[in-house]
């Protein structure tokens, strides 16, 4: 009797075991991956550049299927890969995969190439260019938008030769610039710490590639091909898998620092160092510590302070935000058979043209599936603006206000 007892607590314990079991395997099956889009540079018909005779679009793609190998080993990322073969993917096509995937990041990988015998790793965020050899590196890679078709209407208005042009791609990163950083950093650190390479900093430079893309974003110029030395290495099998390593490793530290934040209810995003050190021409950014406040009031509060002029400038209004389709200086009925099915147009007068924009919504989730919607109707360069009180304001100040 005692027997049966004892195997009878001994199966209950069992089926408790595996029913809890079965729920954490549950939960963990159903977790939100963590998804990275890794993009090699170049590809097909576009080389990339071919210092020393070594060809940047087979670097490239053996260093970003390096480092997809390692970040699928942790269950908890999913990989994109924007390429996984010598094929030729237009730029814009290269942001929108990762639009479309919501990926937690872009990071985009390249070699670099100098008529002198320059060396070394460097890490670029969209930003302006700070000095003239930052402009140079974002016009040679920019420069493939002239090998896809219809380049004039996917990128119109933008002129690689003009600095100027990069000041209307830099609005939508505002509200990534801060990950960005902190994720090139950790590339950096990774680069000049455990492997040694020359560290040429973390720069901002207007890149188009990360401009197309609507998450934390960083592109790699993981060494010189023209620079006999680095060149070699880094078309040898060791130089690329240690450079997989380097990358793969920051990639997953911002990971856990961001799950970290996260989980603590604090900021969310990564922690960021107060200060990048800079040379001339890289990013000199002081980053401020950023606290979520929570104003709790009753409803007598309420009225009270929407009496007192003194406490409802404590209050803002939240912004709203819209996907702005084209600008043209033709006077367009609002109907949606001008709009290729496209309903809740509206426009604006700026100068001597119409902005026209599509939907509103006080939810940046929301906004982005517009901006999805629209892209796929056709409108490539389709991107998302922000009003507030009928004005038009950055994005870095409209999620000031979420």
Request: aromatic content about 8%.
């Amino acid at each position: 009797m005692k027997i049966k007892f004892i195997l009878f607590q001994i199966s209950i314990f069992s089926f408790l075991l595996l029913f809890f079991v079965d729920i954490q395997a549950q939960e963990t099956s159903t977790a939100t991956p963590f998804v990275v889009v890794l993009d090699a540079g170049h590809g097909g018909h576009d080389p990339g550049n071919l210092g020393n005779g070594y060809l940047e679009k087979n670097i490239a793609l053996n260093i970003v299927l390096n480092v997809g190998k390692l970040l699928e080993a942790d269950k908890n990322i999913k990989v994109i890969y924007t390429r996984k073969d010598d094929t030729f993917i237009d730029l814009f096509l290269r942001g929108e995969i990762a639009n479309k995937a919501n990926a937690d990041l872009f990071v985009s990988v390249h070699c670099d190439a100098h008529s002198s015998d320059a060396q070394g790793a460097g890490t670029f965020v969209l930003g302006l260019h700070a000095n003239k050899q930052n402009f140079d590196i974002a016009k040679k890679e920019n420069s493939v938008i002239y090998l896809e078709d219809n380049y004039e209407t996917r990128y119109a208005g933008y002129d690689i030769n003009a600095p100027e042009s990069v000041i209307g791609l830099t609005i939508m990163q505002e509200e990534f610039l801060d990950q960005s950083i902190a994720l090139a950093k950790m590339i950096q650190d990774n680069f000049s710490g455990k492997l040694k390479r020359t560290d040429r900093k973390v720069k901002q430079a207007g890149f188009i590639v990360l401009h197309q893309t609507f998450m934390p974003s960083v592109l790699v110029e993981t060494g010189f091909l023209t620079n006999k030395g680095e060149g070699a290495f880094l078309n040898s099998k060791k130089g690329q898998a240690d450079i997989a390593t380097a990358i793969s490793s920051a990639i997953l530290k911002y990971k856990g620092t961001t799950t970290e934040n996260v989980s603590n209810a604090s900021v969310a995003g990564p922690v960021i160092p107060k200060e990048i050190i800079a040379e001339k021409g890289e990013v000199k950014k002081p980053i401020l510590e950023q606290k979520k406040e929570v104003l709790v009031v009753s409803n007598s509060e309420a009225v009270t302070a929407l009496k007192e002029p003194s406490i409802t400038k404590e209050f803002s209004y939240q912004a709203t935000f819209k996907v702005q389709l084209m600008a043209s200086s033709k006077d367009i009925a609002l109907t949606p058979t001008n709009f290729k099915g496209l309903s809740k147009i509206t426009k604006e007068p700026v100068k001597t043209l119409y902005r026209y924009l599509y939907g509103e919504t006080q939810s940046l989730k929301e906004a982005k599936m517009m901006q999805a919607s629209a892209i796929s109707k056709g409108y490539k360069t389709a991107y998302i603006v922000a009003y507030k009180k009928g004005e038009r304001i950055s994005m870095k100040e409209a999620l000031s206000t979420q």
